[in-house]
Structures are given as C-alpha cells and as structure tokens.
C-alpha cells in the first residue's frame, strides 16, 4: 500500500524567507505527484502537477521537483507572504491505488509579517 | 465552468439518522471519486467511478456506507445509519481521464453526527 509522508507536520517562518517542504512516498511506481493547497476550512486547489516522466514543474513562485527513484518530492517556495500561510498537500497517483490519489497529512505553513 | 458542486456544504445530524450526500462532477469528466478528510487520518479515498461504473470501493469503512452514480452528472454518497465517528469532510473530485490528469476537488460537505 502506498505510503505518503510530509515533513515537517507545521512551520512558522517570517516573511520573505525561501522554504521547502518535503514529500515522500513508498511506491515510486506512480502515474504523477500533485501539491495541493488547503485554506482553512476551504476545498482544495492544485498547485502543481508533475508526471512520472518528468522532473519538476514550476509556477510563479512555486517550483516542486520529483525524485521517482528515491520516492521524494520537495516544494519550493520562493520570497514567501503571509498570503502563503495554508496546509500544503503531496498527492501521488499510482498503480496500486487506481487513479485515486494518496495524500499526506500535509504542512501547515504560516508566514508571519 | 462551475467546478464541481457538492450539497449540502454543511450537515448537522444526530446519530442513527441517514445521511445523503451529493455531487455534480464537471461536466465532460468521465472520473468520479469521494474522500473523506479527518484529523486523524487525514484524506482518504472512499470510492472512486469511471463512466459510472464503481471501479473500487475497498476504501468505504462499511456496509453503513453506500455511493452510487446513476448518470455522469450526479453522484451520491449515503450513510445508513449515520455515527458520530463518521463526522468529518467528505469531498468529491472529478477529471476528464482516468490517469494522468489533475482531480478537480469540490468545495467539500462538512459533516457532524451527534
């Protein structure tokens, strides 16, 4: 059964900082990785989406990579806001899920002004 | 586009009830599947659909639980009877291919059994 980890579980870091979060997953037999946001109390919104075939996928200040063999993932975040502050989501799609996807438990972030 | 539309957002309920939750997918998706988010153990997939047919459903705790899609724009996912240990958020998510496409999550029904 594929396994998704997330370290760290919470951070705290003052505005402006670069921070990355990590994601692991057990099975690197995956169709595709997906970082996802989550607002308090909101739905989810896709932030990245990487195929297995590819390395990393970047967008605007988001760039996440992709590690198949070592079954990792890490988010970057670059000149990080407060607007930034929300639970950070890895989600892997593989072969012995289906299509569905596995979650971590996610990062809860907070960036302080 | 609408995005995917769950009802009702929001669901107070006492225990031994039946509860019945709904989902539109987006229109032209052809893949259906319902999580369930918890503190505990975080978003789990329940069951997922693809052209309406239930494809797997190891993920629904138990015959309490039952989801059906009888046309590709509707779905709904029932507790019978319902258990304070089945509060929680219960999301349903769509694409328009089985692999390799980005899920749509929907804005999610929160669920509180007394």
């Known amino acids: 059964k594929q396994e998704v980890t997330q370290i760290p579980a919470a951070l705290s870091v003052p505005e402006g900082e670069n921070l990355v979060l990590n994601c692991s997953f057990t099975d690197s037999a995956i169709y595709n990785l997906q970082w996802f946001r989550q607002d308090p109390g909101k739905g989810l919104t896709s932030l990245l989406l990487?195929?297995?075939?590819?390395r990393e996928q970047t967008s605007g200040r988001l760039n996440a990579s992709l590690d198949k063999s070592s079954g990792r993932s890490t988010l970057y975040i670059a000149a990080s806001q407060p607007g930034d502050s929300a639970t950070y989501l890895c989600?892997?799609?593989?072969?012995?899920?289906?299509?569905?996807?596995?979650f971590g438990k996610g990062t809860s972030l907070l960036v302080t002004p | 586009d609408a995005g995917v539309i769950q009802s009702p957002r929001h669901e107070v309920t006492e225990m031994g009830q039946e509860v019945t939750l709904r989902c539109k997918p987006i229109?032209?998706?052809?893949?259906l599947f319902w999580y369930r988010q918890t503190m505990m153990r975080g978003l789990e997939l329940l069951i997922y659909f693809n052209n309406n047919v239930p494809i797997d459903d190891s993920g629904m705790p138990e015959d309490r639980f039952s989801a059906k899609m009888p046309n590709a724009s509707f779905s709904t996912l029932k507790i019978q009877p319902s258990e304070p240990r089945d509060s929680a958020v219960y999301f349903c998510?769509?694409?328009?291919?089985?692999?390799?496409?980005?899920?749509?999550f929907g804005p999610g029904t929160r669920l509180t059994v007394l």
């Open positions: 989600a892997v799609s593989s072969s012995n899920s289906g299509y569905a996807l596995n």
């Open positions: 229109s032209g998706h052809n893949s």
């Open positions: 990487i195929q297995s075939s590819q």
């Open positions: 998510a769509s694409n328009p291919q089985v692999a390799g496409d980005t899920q749509y």
